[in-house]
């Protein structure tokens, strides 16, 4: 069978830590993905685009939420949001394509 792949959203949060930045938080998380030759990412203001197969992005997601305790966070909650289809290939620039193209002034 084929290697399904999936896109998804992931938002790393670490509570407790005494600071509202959460930027060096951030960055060691992507570390993470950086390791990951099948993942591709794109960072957003509010979270993180995955795209690659099911088992990656879970493998990496159960990393990332590691990475705020191993920093020191007393408290992590991580939100995971899985787009999977079995009728076609996902990519991420496919979806912003098929939404673009039926309103080509969407701000991208």
Do not use: W
């Not at 960055?27 to 990656?56: H, N």
Request: aromatic share 2%.
């Amino acid at each position: 069978m084929k290697e399904r792949i999936v896109v998804a959203e992931i938002s790393v949060v670490p509570i407790g830590t005494g600071s509202a930045g959460v930027s060096e938080f951030v960055a060691a998380c992507i570390d993470v993905l950086e390791k990951r030759k099948k993942i591709s990412y794109r960072l957003t203001p509010m979270g993180t685009i995955l795209q690659g197969p099911l088992d990656e992005i879970l493998e990496a997601t159960r990393e990332m939420h590691n990475v705020p305790f191993l920093k020191g966070a007393p408290r992590v909650v991580t939100t995971l949001k899985i787009d999977d289809r079995l009728d076609k290939r996902l990519t991420m620039d496919g979806k912003i394509r098929s939404v673009t193209k039926r309103k080509p002034e969407t701000r991208i």
